[in-house]
Nanobody
Framework: QVQLVESGGGLVQAGGSLRLSCAAS????????MGWFRQAPGKEREFVSA????????SYADSVKGRCTISRGNAKNTVYLQMNSLKPEDTAVYYC?????????????????WGQGTQVTVSS
């Protein structure tokens, strides 16, 4: 049993910042990739960012490059997403996910565990 809990979402004005956090529990995450996805109303779930188990490999979606920074906690079962210069287009439910692979993955199909999501709303 693996559980992931996201936090840090909220309502912010355009141009503001938020830091999302994800805490995983239940099993060790050594060797696992952790990532962030988001889903807006009426749209498919899309990749945002991911980080390898040791933090050596990081990937960002083109839509957030330069505005977001992903990092992994020392315990390796936590991941953060710092979001700056937020835009209304960033409004979505953000999900933390874990892929049981050591290879970087950007497709949701490779992720086995998902959190319940945290709402991010950016006002114009």
């Amino acid at each position: 049993q693996v559980q992931l809990v996201e936090s840090g979402g909220g309502l912010v004005q355009a141009g503001g910042s938020l830091r999302l956090s994800c805490a995983a529990s239940g099993r060790t995450f050594s060797g696992y990739t952790m990532g962030w996805f988001r889903q807006a109303p009426g749209k498919e779930r899309e990749f945002v960012s991911a980080i390898s188990w040791n933090g050596g490999t990081i990937s960002y979606a083109d839509s957030v490059k330069g505005r977001c920074t992903i990092s992994r906690g020392n315990a390796k079962n936590t991941v953060y997403l710092q979001m700056n210069s937020l835009k209304p287009e960033d409004t979505a439910v953000y999900y933390c996910a874990v892929a049981t692979t050591q290879r970087m993955r950007t497709s949701s199909h490779f992720y086995d565990y998902w959190g319940q999501g945290t709402q991010v709303t950016v006002s114009s």
